[in-house]
RNA sequence: GCAGGUGUAGCUCAGUUGGUUAGAGCGCCGGUCUGUGGAACCGGAGGUCGGUGGUUCGAGCCCACCCACCUGUACCA
């Protein structure tokens, strides 16, 4: 920008006041790069896995009308609460998906004809909720789905868990750090059938059950036992009301729900006796039976674990459930542990489809939260993180129309050779136009000055060698005159020079682990 | 939503008992340089001190309200 003495010489019209304030919303991201080519590479990986067990594409819209969403109907006061609506131009409501489960829902009941039953699907996408954003949770982030729609039986939901554990290992969860969880929500129904929390009118109460249950791994036995009975006060001293029940009761509870994961039919026939007295307890436990067999007999055993402490979304799912956690820890830059839990989850939703339909169709399916479970594969250092090569850059050194010309010339040939490249197109002079290929990561430049030019040659710099060599030049005065890594060759040599660069860069890399 | 905390340049922070034109380091942009990334030197851009209102001759500093962010918690399809 020219130099002004007065501020009158401000280029835009507008006063600075008035200038928008460049800034991300809240709860979103920007990406780039090498996130994106990682994303791009986990998507994949888990697509071949969900092809591999038969599920076929499926893209729907972002937005849906808000009522073949579901529940969360926007209200004229808070009409984005949760979800992020709008209206039409005819006044009806739409509503970006909160996440794909429920387009399918309204896509399986749309084309319910036409469609093989089962009805098996994948879905990869970005989702909306317009709730507090926090630390690795954003109002934006991407699920990849899979479900299977007209299946009653439990081999469905077998399949899924198993399938599930698959996904991980495929994107780099070793075996052993991570556990896929399975539980039932009828058993967690005969426990509360037990505890005399049954009928419609106690609806309320089993909820705050079922979410103190769930907070099991976060707060432990002694913390779940408060929620149960009288409450939880947290750090900050805020009071979480509990849901009231007696020391007996509690008892009965943490009975179940205190148990670690574990396999085989042992502990489930002990659980079974003890809700004996609840049909749809008894039911649940026969389901889980069922499962922890296919499992066994898959030999997923290790992998796939009941567990009666999962619950899962609340008003939502009708059989069995299930959770994919990852059970390694990691420390952060302040060395305090930090948990990635669950990266994924699913279960039996009998009842979605019937929202269209009227007739019950019953459905399977899961859910992976692709954003954490990258964040975790990074954690792990199981990203393929190479840095992106750059484009090789012709340095612009004289400005005149027939000198650009013939960097255009070199651009063209590297490009004709399947080398990424391009001229510098800013105006700054050649340090900066270094600083500028330093800072794309490219590997080598092209410098042809009036000199080169006058003798038919270009200078090739490998800036990759040459950063290596600079590091033992402390001297500025030397470090130029020595010009580490460049080379003159002839104009017509130009692309095999770079080629050679590029090749040997491409062997360095894996040998630059140490 | 609730509870607690924090807001001065892109980042990390100074800023006297309230007193002229708000500073530093790093970063960023450019130059010194027919030339060379890092280093050095020189120059430059960048702030209505989170916002609004109040007290005061005078507010970055004091008061009120609001907003944003952080931590915990609630909710989470």
Redo the contacts with the bound molecule.
């Keep these: 920008?020219a130099?002004?003495d007065k501020p009158t010489d401000?280029p835009s019209d507008t006063k600075?006041?008035d200038r928008p304030?460049a800034r991300l919303?809240?709860?979103l991201a920007d990406r780039t790069g090498a996130e994106l080519s990682a994303t791009r590479a986990m998507l994949e990986k888990i697509r071949g896995v969900y092809e591999l067990y038969g599920f076929e594409a499926l893209e729907t819209p972002a937005f849906e009308y808000t009522d073949a969403?579901?529940?969360?109907l926007p209200d004229q006061d808070r009409p984005n609460e949760?979800?992020f609506s709008f209206q039409d131009d005819d006044e009806q409501w739409l509503s970006l998906r909160?996440?794909l489960?429920?387009p399918l829902a309204r896509y399986v009941a749309e084309n319910f004809d036409k469609l093989p039953k089962p009805y098996r699907s994948w879905r990869a996408g970005y989702v909306y909720?317009?709730?507090?954003?926090?630390?690795g949770?954003f109002r934006q982030f991407m699920q990849f789905d899979a479900d299977t729609v007209g299946a009653p039986s439990v081999a469905a939901d077998a399949e899924i868990c198993m399938m599930a554990a698959d996904t991980l290992e495929a994107v780099g969860i070793p075996r052993g750090s991570y556990v896929v969880r399975v539980n039932n929500r009828k058993v967690l129904d005969g426990v509360l059938e037990a505890i005399g929390l049954g009928g419609d009118e106690n609806f309320g109460r089993r909820?705050?059950v079922l979410?103190?249950i769930?907070?099991f791994d976060?707060?432990g036995a002694e913390?779940v036992a408060l929620?149960l009975g009288p409450g939880?006060k947290?750090?900050?001293?805020?009071?979480?009301k509990g849901a009231g029940l007696n020391d007996r009761e509690i008892a009965t509870v943490l009975s179940f729900t205190s148990h670690n994961s574990t396999s085989g039919a042992a502990p489930l026939l002990d659980w079974k006796r003890l809700i004996s007295t609840s049909e749809i307890g008894t039911e649940g436990i026969d389901e889980l039976l069922q499962i922890e067999e296919l499992i066994q007999a898959a030999g997923y055993s290790d992998r796939v674990k009941i567990d009666p402490s999962v619950?899962?979304?609340?008003?939502?799912?009708t059989g069995p459930v299930y959770e994919a956690e990852l059970t390694f820890e990691i420390t952060d830059e302040d060395g305090r542990p930090v948990r990635f839990g669950s990266v994924a989850?699913g279960g039996r939703y009998d009842g979605l489809v019937a929202r269209f339909r009227g007739e019950k169709v019953p459905a399977t399916g899961f859910s992976i939260g692709v954003s954490r479970l990258l964040a975790a594969l990074a954690a792990l250092g199981k990203l393929d993180a190479d840095a992106e090569i750059g484009p090789v850059v012709v340095l612009a050194?004289?400005k005149e129309p027939a000198r650009i010309a013939d960097y255009m010339k070199m651009v063209a040939d590297l490009r004709a050779n399947g080398i990424r490249a391009e001229m510098y197109l800013?105006?700054?002079?050649?340090?900066?136009?270094?600083?500028?290929?330093?800072?794309r990561g490219?590997p080598a430049?092209v410098?042809?000055?009036?000199?080169?030019?006058?003798a038919g040659e270009v200078?090739i710099?490998?800036?990759?060698?040459?950063?290596?060599?600079?590091?033992s030049?402390?001297?500025?005065?030397?470090?130029?005159a020595?010009?580490?890594?460049?080379l003159a060759v002839p104009e017509t040599e130009m692309v095999a020079a770079i080629r050679a660069i590029l090749e040997r860069r491409a062997q360095g890399t894996l040998g630059l682990a140490d």
């Design positions: 920008m130099k002004t401000q600075k006041s304030k919303p809240r709860g969403l579901g529940k969360f949760g979800v909160y996440d489960t429920a909720r317009n709730e507090k954003p926090g630390p949770r909820l705050t979410r103190a769930d907070k976060k707060f913390g929620l939880r947290d750090e900050s001293g805020d009071f979480t619950v899962r979304g609340l008003e939502y799912y989850g050194m004289d800013g105006g700054a002079g050649m340090k900066a136009q270094m600083k500028y290929a330093d800072r490219a430049v410098i042809q000055g009036s000199n080169e030019k006058a200078q710099k490998d800036l990759v060698e040459g950063a290596r060599i600079a590091a030049i402390a001297d500025n005065a030397e470090y130029r020595a010009r580490p890594a460049q």
